[in-house]
C-alpha cells in the first residue's frame, strides 16, 4: 500500500515537471542577436603603436568583446583599414555591395574617419592647406552618414572624435590644438545633423599619454588605449538605450 502511495506521489511529480512551461526551466534569459559593423582607418583596423597590424587589436575588438558579455549574440564585421581616407570610405559605401549589405543588417555602427586625409599634410608641412582639407573630410562625412542612413534608416550610429596623435610635439601644440578643435567639431556638427552619436576620445586619451599613445613616433594607441575608446563607446550605447 505504501509502495502504490509512493508510485502515485512520484507520477503525479513528474506529470507537474512536464506540464510546466519549457521558460520556467530555463537557465537564463535567451540572448538578444545583434549585427555590429565597424567602418574607419587604421583605429578601428588595429594598428599598433609600432607600426603592426594584429587583428582583433582596434577599439570594435573589444566593443564587439562587451556586447558579448553584456548578453548579446553579435555578428561582427570590421571594414576598417589602415591608411583608409574619407573618400575612399565613401566610396566602399557606395559601391561595394558585401559591405552595403552588412550595412543593411546592422544594428550598431561605429565610425572614425579623417585622419588619413590630414595626416600626410603633416609629414609634408603644408599646414596651408588643412582648412581645404578639413572641409572635404566634412563633405565627405556628410555624404558617409547620409548613405548610411538610407541603406539602414534604424540603425544606430556612433561617430568617434579623434584625440591628439601628435602630443610631443611640443612647438606645434597650439597649431595641433587649434585644428583637433575645428575637426572634432565638423565632425560632431555632421554626427548631430544626421541623428547620430558623437563620442570624443581626446579628453580621457590626454589624461594617460605614456600609457595610451607610447611611442612618440607612432600615432596609433595601445592596447590600453583602444581599451578605453570602446568604454567611452560603450558608455554612450548603454546610455541610448535608457
Known amino acids: 500500500m505504501k509502495l502504490g502511495k509512493r508510485f502515485s506521489s512520484l507520477l503525479l511529480t513528474g506529470t507537474l515537471i512536464t506540464s510546466l512551461p519549457i521558460t520556467t526551466m530555463a537557465k537564463g534569459p535567451e540572448k538578444k542577436i545583434i549585427d555590429y559593423v565597424a567602418l574607419g582607418d587604421s583605429l578601428a583596423a588595429g594598428i599598433t603603436p609600432d607600426g603592426k597590424f594584429i587583428g582583433d587589436y582596434g577599439y570594435p575588438h573589444y566593443l564587439a568583446n562587451r556586447f558579448e558579455q553584456s548578453q548579446y549574440t553579435v555578428g561582427y564585421d570590421n571594414f576598417g583599414y589602415p591608411g583608409k581616407t574619407s573618400t575612399e570610405l565613401l566610396s566602399d559605401i557606395q559601391n561595394n555591395e558585401f559591405v552595403k549589405k552588412k550595412i543593411k543588417e546592422a544594428e550598431f555602427i561605429t565610425l572614425d574617419i579623417g585622419s588619413n586625409d590630414l595626416l600626410p599634410l603633416f609629414k609634408s608641412g603644408r599646414f596651408d592647406l588643412f582648412p581645404d582639407t578639413i572641409g572635404v573630410v566634412t563633405i565627405n562625412l556628410n555624404s558617409i552618414l547620409k548613405e548610411i542612413d538610407q541603406l539602414n534608416p534604424n540603425v544606430k550610429v556612433y561617430v568617434m572624435g579623434y584625440y591628439n596623435p601628435f602630443p610631443y610635439i611640443t612647438n606645434l601644440q597650439p597649431l595641433i590644438k587649434q585644428l583637433l578643435v575645428t575637426l572634432n567639431g565638423n565632425i560632431e ?3 548631430l545633423l544626421h541623428g547620430d552619436t558623437y563620442v570624443p576620445t581626446e579628453d580621457i ?14 600615432v596609433h594607441l595601445s592596447l590600453e588605449g583602444y581599451q578605453i575608446v570602446a568604454k567611452e563607446i560603450w558608455k554612450a550605447i548603454d546610455k541610448s538605450k535608457n
Open 205 to 218: 586619451i590626454s589624461k594617460h599619454y605614456e600609457e595610451y599613445l607610447p611611442n612618440q613616433a607612432n
Open 189 to 191: 556638427s555632421q554626427a
